[in-house]
């Protein structure tokens, strides 16, 4: 079994809608949480990071963290055909230097 | 454009080559790290460098052979590599302050064909 798991998609939905971007985890020692957005022959841009339990905003992004479930989800609100992209959680123990990712999943809004 | 820099953006070269991959970063952070990305997969963890000392690697062949030579750059040498070595290579880096945990901060890449 992964350590992370991140359904691969791909995600097709039409502009504006709201999109929910999933990963679950096995490794109760992870503490942090972020999720990067990766466009094709780019690096991941860091969308969002968090360390507990709960909702983060940012714009129209907004990341939740439920530990007790080992879930963590990634909404995006008004999604835009800009928003086109693979997206990769990623998650590490406390004070570590490793960090675990999920496969990613492609999403693909159409305008 | 991001706050970590990667040279080249692209490179060729045979498999009797020898290369080198360049990253810097000036955000102050103190562990640096080596990924390797093929198409439609995660990046893949190579090298960890904290406080300019190698502290992970991931058991990597040795035709990749990485250098820190100081708080803001990061090398990977290249030599004799396989087609099979094409990828993107990725730089990160993290402010890594105990003891807290802080996020990677990715490079662009450089992506790499071995012919």
């Known amino acids: 079994q992964k350590e992370v798991e991140q359904d691969p998609g791909p995600l097709s939905v039409p502009e504006g809608a709201i999109v929910s971007l999933n990963c679950t985890y096995s490794?109760?020692?992870?503490?942090?949480f972020m999720w990067y957005r990766q466009y094709s022959r780019k690096g991941p841009e860091l969308l969002m990071y968090?360390?507990?339990?709960g909702n983060k905003e940012d714009g129209r992004f907004t990341a939740q963290v439920d530990k007790s479930s080992k879930y963590i989800s990634l909404f995006i609100r008004d999604s835009q055909p800009s928003d086109s992209a693979t997206y990769l959680c990623?998650?590490?123990?406390?004070?570590?230097?490793?960090?675990?990712f999920g496969s990613g999943t492609k999403l693909n809004v159409k305008p | 454009d991001t706050e970590v820099t990667q040279t080249p953006k692209h490179l060729v070269m045979g498999m009797t080559n020898k290369k080198s991959l360049k990253c810097e970063q000036h955000?102050?952070?103190?562990?640096m790290y080596w990924y390797k990305q093929k198409a439609k997969k995660p990046p893949e963890l190579m090298f960890v460098?904290?406080?300019?000392?190698?502290?992970i690697n991931e058991s990597v062949p040795s035709r990749f052979s990485p250098e820190c030579p100081n708080s803001s750059l990061l090398n990977l040498h290249l030599h004799a590599l396989q087609p099979e070595d094409s990828a993107l290579y990725l730089c990160?880096?993290?402010?890594?302050?105990?003891?807290?945990?802080?996020?990677?901060?990715f490079g662009n890449g450089t992506r790499l064909t071995v012919t």
């Open positions: 990623a998650m590490s123990p406390y004070n570590f230097n490793k960090f675990y």
């Open positions: 490794n109760s020692a992870f503490q942090y």
């Open positions: 968090t360390y507990s339990s």
């Open positions: 955000m102050g952070h103190r562990a």
């Open positions: 460098y904290s406080y300019e000392k190698l502290s």
């Open positions: 990160a880096s993290a402010h890594k302050t105990r003891p807290d945990n802080s996020p990677l901060h």
